[in-house]
C-alpha cells in the first residue's frame, strides 16, 4: 500500500486576499479528485488573507494554516496574534519556526517550543520547522542541530497530542531564490536520523508523525525526495504558489509514490 502523503505550500509574504482565494479556488478545483484520505493538502496564507481564505467554496479539501502564532491567549503583546484569534477562524493548523522566523526574526527554540504547546492545547496541528544554516553544516553539526530543534521544540509535548504535530526539514541553505535544494541521499540521511529521533522520544508513537522535505522542491526534484522512506510529504514554495503547476506537482509525485509501493 502507498503511504499517506502530505502536500502543502506557505505563501509567505506574497499574494493578496484576491490572488489568495483564486489560487486556493483554483488548487482545490484541480485536485478534487483526489482522495483526501491518501492525500492531505494544506496552503499557509498571509494572516490578512485567512478570513477570505476559510470561506472559499471547497474549503474541506484543504487544510488551511496560520504562518506563526503568538504562544498566550491575550495579553500585552503588541503586534502578535493569539491561538484564540486564529481559532476564531477554525485554522486547522499553524506553521512554527520557519527557517525565516527562526533567521530573519530570530526567534528561539525556546519560543517555538511555547508556541508548540500553545498551538496543541489549542487544538491546532503544529507544524513545526527545522532545518540546519549552511555554516552549521559546514562545521559538521547538522544532525546535533536538527536533534536540539525536534528535543527542544517538542519539549513537553504528551504522546497524545503527537497525533497533532507535523515537522518539516527545511535545509535553510535550500530555501529561496538562492536556495540549493538538498540531494535525495542528504535528505534520505536527515530523515532517517529525524525518524530515529522521534522514535527515541516517543515510542512507536513517533514513527508515524509525517516529516515532510522542504527547500526548492520543484518539478524536477518533487519525485526523487516524496519516494524517500521517510519523506511523508513535501512542503513547497515557488513550485506552488501556480494552482495549476503544484497540482501537477502533487500528481506526478503520489504517482511515483504508487509506482514503487
Ligand atoms: C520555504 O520557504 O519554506 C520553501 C520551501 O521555499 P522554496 O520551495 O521556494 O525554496
Request: with cysteine.
Amino acid at each position: 500500500m502507498s503511504k499517506k502523503l502530505y502536500f502543502g505550500t506557505n505563501l509567505k509574504m506574497y499574494k493578496n486576499i484576491a490572488d489568495t482565494v483564486s489560487f486556493l479556488n483554483d488548487l482545490t478545483a484541480y485536485t478534487e479528485d483526489l482522495g483526501r484520505e491518501e492525500i492531505e493538502l494544506f496552503v499557509i496564507p498571509s494572516y490578512t488573507s485567512l478570513p477570505d481564505a476559510v470561506k472559499i467554496e471547497r474549503r474541506h479539501l484543504v487544510h488551511l494554516g496560520a504562518q506563526n502564532m503568538g504562544w498566550e491567549d491575550q495579553g500585552q503583546f503588541t503586534g502578535e496574534i493569539s491561538p484564540l484569534m486564529l481559532k476564531e477562524l477554525r485554522l486547522d493548523l499553524v506553521m512554527i519556526g520557519h527557517s525565516e522566523r527562526r533567521h530573519t526574526f530570530r526567534e528561539t527554540d525556546y519560543e517555538e517550543n511555547l508556541k508548540v504547546l500553545s498551538a496543541l492545547s489549542h487544538g491546532f496541528t503544529a507544524l513545526l520547522c527545522i532545518g540546519e544554516t549552511e555554516q552549521e553544516k559546514e562545521f559538521g553539526v547538522s544532525e546535533e542541530v536538527l536533534r536540539s530543534q525536534i528535543k527542544i521544540g517538542l519539549h513537553g509535548v504528551t504522546a497524545d497530542q503527537l497525533g497533532k504535530v507535523w515537522i518539516a526539514y527545511e535545509p535553510v541553505w535550500s530555501i529561496g531564490v538562492n536556495g540549493t535544494p538538498a540531494t535525495p541521499e542528504y535528505a534520505a540521511h536527515m530523515h532517517k536520523m529525524m525518524r530515529e529521533t522521534m522514535v527515541s522520544l516517543f515510542g512507536d508513537a513517533g514513527a508515524e508523525v509525517p516529516l515532510l522535505y522542504g527547500g526548492s522542491v520543484n518539478p524536477g526534484n518533487a519525485e526523487s525526495l516524496i519516494v524517500l522512506p521517510n519523506v511523508d510529504g513535501l512542503f513547497v514554495g515557488r513550485a506552488a504558489w501556480n494552482a495549476e503547476a503544484f497540482n501537477t506537482l502533487i500528481r506526478k509525485s503520489a504517482a511515483a509514490c504508487a509506482a514503487k509501493a
